[in-house]
């Protein structure tokens, strides 16, 4: 059974940084891409940070360039969201996920790409 569980959002003022973590159990990460997406209420879940396979290639929307890094520890199995210089339309719960294929040659955008979901992590950001 694969499982990934996210942590590390809470409340910070608008500025400040948050790093979330993603730690998956039931499969390896090594051979797939990994994704952060976040969700508004009331809004389609975005693609927020994705990478490739071993790293070698990053995607980020447009609204998060130069403020937040995604990295992969494939010896934890884990996942990072750097945040920095959050802005209050940061708010919203964030949710890593796994690719459905392995070694696909560019992190894909689109959540019909991803197979496996985590609970997510709120993230707010008070002004």
């Known amino acids: 059974q694969v499982q990934l569980v996210e942590s590390g959002g809470g409340l910070v003022q608008a500025g400040g940084s948050l790093r979330l973590s993603c730690s998956v159990s039931?499969?390896?990460?090594?051979?797939?891409?990994m994704g952060w997406f976040r969700q508004e209420a009331g809004k389609q879940r975005e693609v927020v940070a994705a990478?490739?396979?071993?790293?070698?290639?990053?995607i980020y929307a447009d609204s998060v360039k130069g403020r937040f890094t995604i990295s992969r520890d494939d010896a934890k199995n884990t996942v990072y969201l750097q945040m920095n210089s959050l802005r209050p339309e940061d708010t919203a719960v964030y949710y890593c996920?796994?690719?459905?294929?392995?070694?696909?040659?560019?992190?894909?955008?689109?959540?019909?790409?991803?197979?496996?979901w985590g609970q997510g992590t709120q993230v707010t950001v008070s002004s």
């Open positions: 990478v490739k396979w071993a790293g070698a290639s990053t």
């Open positions: 996920a796994i690719d459905w294929l392995q070694y696909r040659s560019e992190p894909p955008r689109e959540v019909k790409d991803y197979k496996y």
């Open positions: 039931g499969r390896i990460i090594s051979t797939y891409a």
